[in-house]
Every structure is written in C-alpha cells, then in structure tokens.
Nanobody, 116 residues
Framework: QVQLVESGGDLVQPGGSLKLSCAAS????????MGWYRQAPGKQRSLVAT???????NYADSVKGRFAISRDNAKNTQYLQMNSLKPEDTAVYYC??????????WGKGTLVTVSS
C-alpha cells in the first residue's frame, strides 16, 4: 500500500521560511520522480516543484529562487524548503510520486498559511 505523508505545514509571517517533508512508503522510492503541488482556495491545483530519480529539479516560475526541492533516498523522504514566503504562497501543499508506469500517487496535503 502506497502512502505519502506530508508534514511541516504551519502559519508563518510574510518573509519567513518553512520546510515541508513527505515520507513515502510502499514504493521503490529511488526510481520515482517526486514532487510538490499546491492548491490555494478557489484555485486549481498547480505544480510547485519536481525532483527526478537522478536529482534533476524543476520549479514553477512563481517559486524559482525562493523554494528548493530535495530528496533523501536513504530515508524515503522528500523535502521542500520554502524561503521568502508571500501571502500568495498560502495553499494546501501536496506530495506526489510518479513511477515508471506513470501512475501518480498523492498525499493528503499539509496547509501552509502565510499571513501577518
């Protein structure tokens, strides 16, 4: 059974930082492309960042230079370091995993609120 469990969401002030984690189980983590999506209230879910099995990364333009995605294959965990947070970063952040079959798995999400 595949499980993706996010953690680290919180209330943070504008300009602050936060680090999200996603612990994966039930998959061969090393061959999966991992990623983060987010969904703000009233908006569609959108890509934030991805990291491939060989550590190539991709970012949405809105987060380039502020967010950093990484993975620890020994811990079956991926991370999203978020710096210089803005109110428009407020959203539920979802962990995703895509394997060789192109089947995508989703976590249940963690809420990030950026507000003073």
């Amino acid at each position: 059974q595949v499980q993706l469990v996010e953690s680290g969401g919180d209330l943070v002030q504008p300009g602050g930082s936060l680090k999200l984690s996603c612990a994966a189980s039930g998959i061969r983590f090393t061959v999966y492309e991992m990623g983060w999506y987010r969904q703000a209230p009233g908006k569609q879910r959108s890509l934030v960042a991805t990291v491939t099995s060989d550590n190539s990364t991709n970012y949405a333009d809105s987060v380039k230079g502020r967010f950093a995605i990484s993975r620890d294959n020994a811990k079956n965990t991926q991370y999203l370091q978020m710096n210089s947070l803005k109110p428009e970063d407020t959203a539920v952040y979802y962990c995703t995993a895509v394997g060789p079959s192109s089947l995508r798995y989703w976590g249940k999400g963690t809420l990030v609120t950026v507000s003073s």
